[in-house]
C-alpha cells in the first residue's frame, strides 16, 4: 500500500493527476510545495533496498499461511468434527464463518492502527492471536468441550484481521517500485496456500474412525503440529520482524515519511471511496463473486460426502484442486493485466467464466464420477479464485490516488458478508432442496455480479495519471532540447565576408 496525500475531492484535476503520478514513478524531487521528500537541506532523501527485504515478506507469508490454514480446517473434515463433539452442521460452518464475521467490524479499526502504529505492532499483535488460538484448541481435545475449541478459532480469526491486508503494506515499505508487486504476490501467496494446505492436511491426518479414543489422539496430533508452527513463527517475528527499513526503498515511500499523521484522515477517505459510484458497483459484485467462493470452501465437503459418502480425503484434495488452480489463475491474470492493462475487460471477462464454470460444476456434481468432478472443480476455482487480484487491482485503478489499504479493506469486507450469507443461506438450501439446488442459489447471485460488473465504468485514474506525467515529461523536454537550440550563437562572419 503506497501511502499518498489524499485531495478533498474525489475529481482529479490533470495537474493533481500528474503530479501523483510522479510521486508514484519515484519523481518525487519535481513535486510542487512540501509534496517533495527532501531532507532539512533541501536535497532529496536518500533510498537504498536491503537485502532483509526478503525476510520480511518470507516470514509474512509464513504467518498468513499458518492463519489462513485454519480458516477451513473443521469444515473440510465437518462430518468427523460433527461426530466427535457431538454437534449439528450449522454449528461446525461457524468454524469458518467465525473469520468472517470477526473481521467485517474490526478491520477498520484495525487499518486504523496500522496507520498509527505501523507494521511491527501490527505483526506482533496477528502471530500472538494466532498462537494463543492453536493452543486453547490442543487444551478442547475432548467431546464436551466444543465451546473451547471455537474459542481457539475465534482468536485465529482475530489474528486474520490484522494479516489479510497486509501484504501490499509491506511491498511498499520495502520494496522498490519495481518489485513491490511481486512483493505483494508472494504476501498473497501464503493465504492461498495456507487454504490449500487446509483442504489436504486435516483429512489426512484426522482419519474418519469410530473410535473416540482414537480419534481424539488424531485430532490432538493434529492441533499440536499447528501450534508448534504458530508458536515457532511468533518468536520469529518478535525477533526478526522490523517496522521498516533504516533508509526508504523509493522516493515516494521518503515523501510519505515526511506526511504528518494529522494530514491524513481516515474516514474522509472512505467516504471518498463510498461517493465513487464505479467502486461502489465493484464493492457489491466482488463481495457475490468472493463469497460464493467462501461458501463453496466452507460446504465442500457436505457437497462431496452428500454424493460420495467415505470420500473425505478426496473432498479435501478437490479444494486443494480449486485453490491451486486458482493461484495459477492469478498469476497469469496478473501478467495479463501488466501487458494489456483492460482491467475492465478481464474483469468482466473472468466474472463470466466464473459464472460459467459454477454451471459445469453443479452439473457435473451429481453424474457419479469423481474424476469429472475434480476437473469441473478445478476449473471453477481458475476463474473464481483467479478473479481476486483483479479485484484489487481494479480497486486501485478506480480510486486512485487513496490508499490501496483502505479500498481493499472495503472490498474484503464486502467479501465477508456476503461469505456469511452465502453460506448460510446456501447451507440451510441443501439441508432441506438438496446440493443442486444449492449451487443454483449461488449461480443467480453470479449472474447479477456479471451484470453489475459490466455496468461499471472504466475510469482508469491511475493509468491516466502515469500517462499525463509522460505527457509532460515529454513536453519538458522538448521545451528544454527547444531552448537549446535556440541559445546556439550564429557563425561569426569574417572580415572578408563583411567586404
Known amino acids: 500500500m503506497n501511502e499518498k496525500h489524499t485531495l478533498e475531492d474525489t475529481k482529479l484535476n490533470p495537474e493533481d493527476l500528474a503530479n501523483y503520478a510522479k510521486l508514484e514513478a519515484g519523481d518525487a524531487s519535481k513535486l510542487p510545495g512540501d509534496q517533495s521528500p527532501e531532507d532539512g537541506h533541501g536535497e532529496p532523501q536518500p533510498t537504498r533496498l536491503y537485502k532483509r527485504r526478503w525476510i520480511i515478506v518470507f516470514l509474512f507469508s509464513s504467518y498468513s499461511l499458518c492463519n489462513s490454514y485454519q480458516w477451513i480446517q473443521y469444515g473440510i473434515i465437518g462430518n468427523i468434527f460433527m461426530k466427535f463433539y457431538n454437534v449439528e452442521a450449522f454449528t ?15 478491520i477498520f479499526p484495525v487499518t486504523w492502527l496500522l496507520d498509527r502504529k505501523g507494521l511491527r505492532v501490527i505483526a506482533l499483535a496477528g502471530t500472538a492471536l494466532n498462537c494463543v488460538g492453536t493452543w486453547i484448541k490442543v487444551a478442547s481435545v475432548r ?17 486474520q484481521v490484522f494479516i489479510l491486508g497486509m501484504p501490499s503494506k509491506i511491498a511498499s515499505v520495502w520494496f522498490g517500485s519495481e518489485e513491490v ?45 499447528t501450534a508448534g508452527v504458530a508458536s515457532f513463527l511468533f518468536i520469529l517475528v518478535i ?19 515526511t506526511m504528518p499523521p494529522e494530514d491524513y484522515s481516515y474516514v474522509a477517505s472512505i467516504l471518498r471511496l463510498l461517493r465513487n459510484k464505479p467502486f461502489v458497483l465493484l464493492i457489491v ?48 491474470c496478473g501478467i495479463w493485466l501488466d501487458r494489456t492493462k483492460t482491467y475492465k475487460q478481464t474483469t468482466l471477462a473472468v466474472y463470466v467464466m466464473t459464472l460459467v464454470g459454477m454451471i459445469v ?40 490516488p487513496e490508499s490501496e489499504g483502505t479500498s481493499s479493506g472495503l472490498l474484503n469486507c464486502s467479501a465477508q458478508v456476503f461469505g456469511i450469507i452465502f453460506t448460510i443461506g446456501q447451507g440451510k438450501i ?29 475510469d482508469l485514474r491511475r493509468q491516466n495519471a502515469n500517462r499525463l506525467a509522460k505527457e509532460e515529461a515529454e513536453r519538458r523536454m522538448l521545451e528544454q532540447d527547444y531552448g537549446a537550440t535556440t541559445q546556439i550563437s550564429p557563425e561569426p562572419q569574417t572580415p572578408s565576408s563583411q567586404a
Open 92 to 106: 461446525i460452518d461457524w468454524t469458518s464463518m467465525i473469520y468472517m464475521l470477526t473481521y467485517i467490524p474490526l
Open 143 to 159: 467431546s464436551d468441550l466444543f465451546a473451547v475449541t471455537f474459542l481457539g478459532q475465534f482468536c485465529s480469526s482475530l489474528a
Open 181 to 225: 508487486s511481486t512483493a505483494c504476490s508472494i504476501g498473497v501467496f501464503g493465504n492461498q496456500m495456507g487454504c490449500a494446505i487446509g483442504f489436504l492436511l486435516p483429512p489426512i491426518l484426522v482419519p474418519n474412525v469410530e473410535d473416540m479414543d482414537e480419534l481424539a489422539k488424531h485430532i490432538k496430533t493434529m492441533f499440536y503440529i
Open 239 to 257: 525477533f526478526v520482524f522490523q517496522e521498516r527499513p533504516k533508509l526508504p526503498p523509493t522516493l515516494a515511500q521518503a515523501s510519505a515519511r
Open 285 to 332: 459484485s466482488y463481495g457475490l463473486n468472493v463469497g460464493c467462493y467462501y461458501a463453496v470452501g466452507t460446504l465442500l465437503n457436505r457437497m462431496i460426502i452428500d454424493r460420495y459418502p467415505g470420500e473425505e480425503v478426496n473432498a479435501g484434495r478437490i479444494g486443494l484442486t480449486i485453490v491451486v488452480a486458482g493461484m495459477v489463475g492469478s498469476l497469469i
Open 361 to 400: 460444476y453443479t452439473a457435473t456434481l451429481d453424474q457419479g464420477l469423481l474424476w469429472v468432478v475434480f476437473i469441473t472443480a478445478g476449473s471453477l476455482g481458475f476463474f473464481m479464485t483467479g478473479y481476486l487480484p483483479l479485484g484489487f487491482e481494479f480497486a486501485a485503478e478506480l480510486t486512485y
Open 430 to 458: 441443501i439441508d432441506k432442496f438438496g446440493t443442486l439446488a444449492g449451487n443454483i442459489f449461488l449461480c443467480v447471485f453470479l449472474l447479477i455480479g456479471s451484470i453489475m460488473t459490466g455496468l461499471i465504468k472504466s
